[in-house]
């Protein structure tokens, strides 16, 4: 009988052990495997929204950053309107940040207009860097947000069109070197 209850005692123990264990694992400290977005990228997305906005018969600002924010390329086709330029980055820094295309909020539904006036008062307590002008796109790869294309120049319909043909000139690019 001692010896019985003993080898209960052992069963239960092994039994729990390796759930002690898992709880003693630590997450990891770094992330693996994640998709950046690097210069070649961003060039190739400026390079398809300068092509598509020529078609367009526009003359547009492009700004193209990483997933944070930050600005990797841009390019102030001839002619654009210097001051499109910050409107641009700033578009690209809200759909990068707030991944999702900018634009009337909320994104899905109903827009509402006292929640965009109050976004537009936050942008300038942020500094200038969140807008709900439409022309920001965020480029989506193997399901991550790994940066975002902005576009001033055209109406905000315009500014969303070459954003997009920028993303797809990336997207295609990408897709051709699989």
């Given at each position: 009988?001692?010896?019985?209850?003993?080898?209960?005692?052992?069963?239960?123990?092994?039994?729990?052990?390796?759930?002690?264990?898992?709880?003693?694992?630590?997450?990891?400290?770094?992330?693996?495997?994640?998709?950046?977005?690097?210069?070649?990228?961003?060039?190739t997305a400026?390079?398809?929204?300068?092509?598509?906005?020529?078609?367009?018969?526009?003359?547009?600002?492009?700004?193209?950053?990483?997933?944070?924010?930050?600005?990797?390329?841009?390019?102030?086709?001839?002619?654009?309107?210097?001051?499109?330029?910050?409107?641009?980055?700033?578009?690209?820094?809200?759909?990068?940040?707030?991944?999702?295309?900018?634009?009337?909020?909320?994104?899905?539904?109903?827009?509402?207009?006292?929640?965009?006036?109050?976004?537009?008062?936050?942008?300038?307590?942020?500094?200038?860097?969140?807008?709900?002008?439409?022309?920001?796109?965020?480029?989506?790869?193997?399901?991550?947000?790994?940066?975002?294309?902005?576009?001033?120049?055209?109406?905000?319909?315009?500014?969303?069109?070459?954003?997009?043909?920028?993303?797809?000139?990336?997207?295609?690019a990408l897709?051709?070197?699989?």
């Amino acid at each position: 009988m001692y010896l019985s209850r003993i080898v209960l005692v052992l069963i239960g123990l092994a039994a729990i052990a390796p759930i002690a264990f898992a709880q003693e694992k630590k997450p990891p400290l770094v992330t693996h495997a994640r998709v950046q977005l690097n210069l070649a990228g961003a060039e190739t997305a400026v390079e398809g929204a300068k092509k598509k906005a020529a078609a367009m018969g526009l003359k547009s600002n492009i700004a193209v950053v990483d997933d944070g924010g930050h600005l990797l390329s841009f390019a102030r086709m001839d002619g654009a309107r210097p001051a499109s330029g910050s409107t641009a980055l700033t578009k690209a820094v809200s759909a990068a940040t707030f991944r999702q295309e900018t634009g009337a909020l909320p994104a899905k539904g109903e827009p509402d207009a006292l929640l965009s006036l109050s976004i537009q008062n936050a942008a300038a307590a942020s500094g200038g860097k969140i807008t709900t002008l439409k022309g920001g796109i965020p480029i989506i790869v193997d399901g991550q947000v790994i940066g975002a294309i902005g576009v001033g120049g055209g109406s905000g319909e315009q500014d969303a069109e070459v954003a997009k043909a920028g993303v797809q000139a990336l997207l295609d690019a990408l897709s051709e070197k699989k």
